[in-house]
């Protein structure tokens, strides 16, 4: 069956614009993470969904950055008022059941670079 | 903070030769350890985890409570191994990953 995927994979947006990034989860993974990577860093947890309900926003960095996941299957994230340092990789994964014990299956990733 | 350190940025061993990537973290409880990796051009995946003691494309990796290590081990390169690894701690609904470690396999 098809994997995570996440669009756009590539954007480019001018510095205060807003992004919203999407993430479509495997088929009745019950769990979504969103993670952000910075170049020679490891993906840094942002938030993650059990269902619809947001159970932890606690790595969200700051009030422009913010999730949804209205019907319990796909993902957006939101970055309002971009800034450069919001450049990095945006990372995606589902998983089963609750984590940390489940496997997490990640997307390709979308690549965000604020200009 | 919970943090997972992988000192070394680069790893280059020649094929047939043993590799160690080296993973500490600092929870001090009953830790919930993985190792992910990244293939060129592919998505990052689960490699292997603690609890489930497997071997996996010939990686194994034991967890050391007193010396807070969770070191991947393989006793013979090859080429296809060369990827990026991250050691990762899970605790309560979060995953903290490391910086990586770049693995070279030289032919």
């Known amino acids: 069956g098809a994997g995570v995927s996440q669009s756009p994979r590539y954007k480019v947006t001018k510095r205060g614009q807003d992004v919203a990034l999407r993430c479509d989860p495997i088929?009745?993974?019950?769990?979504l993470y969103w993670y952000r990577q910075a170049l020679g860093q490891g993906p840094e947890f942002l938030t993650y969904f059990n269902y619809e309900a947001q159970q932890d926003k606690s790595g969200l960095p700051n009030d422009r950055f913010s999730a949804e996941r209205p019907e319990g299957s796909i993902s957006t994230l939101t970055i309002q008022r971009t800034e450069q340092r919001d450049s990095a990789m945006y990372r995606c994964?589902?998983?089963?059941?609750?984590?940390?014990?489940?496997?997490?299956?990640f997307g390709p990733g979308t690549r965000l670079t604020v200009t | 903070a919970q943090r997972v350190t992988q000192p070394e940025k680069l790893l280059s061993v020649f094929k047939g030769a043993p590799v160690e990537l080296k993973c500490n973290y600092s929870?001090?409880?009953?830790?919930?350890l993985f190792w992910y990796v990244q293939y060129s051009r592919q998505r990052l995946q689960l490699l292997l985890r603690h609890i489930s003691r497997e071997s996996i494309k010939g990686f194994t990796a034991d967890l050391n409570k007193g010396e807070t290590s969770f070191h991947l081990k393989k006793p013979f390169a090859q080429e296809e191994d060369s990827a990026m690894y991250y050691c990762?701690?899970?605790?309560?609904?979060?995953?903290?990953f490391g910086k990586g470690t770049r693995l070279h396999i030289l032919p």
């Open positions: 929870y001090s409880g009953s830790p919930e």
């Open positions: 994964a589902s998983s089963l059941g609750a984590p940390p014990n489940h496997e997490q299956y």
């Open positions: 088929s009745g993974h019950v769990s």
């Open positions: 990762a701690q899970g605790r309560d609904d979060k995953i903290i």
